[in-house]
T-cell receptor
């Protein structure tokens, strides 16, 4: 069975700072996908970024980037120039290719302070 | 761009009643997923359908059933509701053909409160 662990229940930074959220996972599979989802107070689940395990290059989406370390089974999210609108719960998620289900971590509650 | 539609957005039921949640996937998406998120918890996978056939099953109670119809919309039927069923229920959809394989896009959720 796959497991996803987010060891930081809460984080808080000042606006415009850079913050890194940690995620580790455990699997014996070789082909899989990793995701970060954002859940603001509205509780909508919003895709932030995705990484294919077969790609060595780290995914980037504007101010969001990941540090994917396959051997270490680590998948951290870096948010640069943080904004007040980044305040949300962030979930790391894992999906084996073809499995058609996401396994989520426990979430990290991120607060951006003005 | 069109998103996943869920209805109703809010639902209040009594214990032992029945509830039906509906999900309309993004157009041309062929796979639908259901998740349950309890208060302060991460989403838990319930069940998924690909091309109207059940494709994977998680920790879905026997009191719950679901199906995907010919127009790809899906319904989650919940019977003999219990207080512990109070949660946010998400539907998500994805497509193997739209270049976004394995990327699930979530609807706004249905908030179910069982009294």
């Amino acid at each position: 069975a796959q497991t996803v662990t987010q060891s930081q229940p809460e984080m808080s930074v000042q606006e415009a700072e850079t913050v890194t959220l940690s995620c580790t996972y455990d699997t014996s599979e070789n082909n899989y996908y990793l995701f970060w989802y954002k859940q603001p107070p509205s509780r909508q689940m919003i895709l932030v970024i995705r990484q294919e395990a077969y790609k060595q290059q780290n995914a980037t989406e504007n101010r969001f980037s990941v540090n994917f370390q396959k051997a270490a089974k680590s998948f951290s999210l870096k948010i640069s120039d943080s904004q007040l609108g980044d305040t949300a719960m962030y979930f790391c998620a894992f999906e084996v290719q073809g499995a058609q289900k996401l396994v989520f971590g426990q979430g990290t509650r991120l607060t951006i302070n003005p | 761009a069109a998103g996943v539609i869920q209805s109703p957005r809010h639902l209040i039921k009594e214990k032992r009643e029945t509830a039906t949640l509906k999900c309309y996937p993004i157009p041309r998406h062929d796979t639908v997923y259901w998740y349950q998120q309890g208060p302060g918890q991460d989403p838990q996978f319930l069940i998924s359908f690909y091309e109207k056939m059940q494709s994977d099953k998680g920790s879905i109670p026997d009191r719950f059933s679901a199906q995907q119809f010919s127009d790809y919309h899906s319904e989650l039927n919940m019977s003999s509701l219990e207080l512990g069923d109070s949660a946010l229920y998400f539907c998500a959809s994805s497509s193997l053909l739209a270049g976004g394989q394995e990327t699930q896009y979530f609807g706004p959720g249905t908030r179910l409160l069982v009294l």
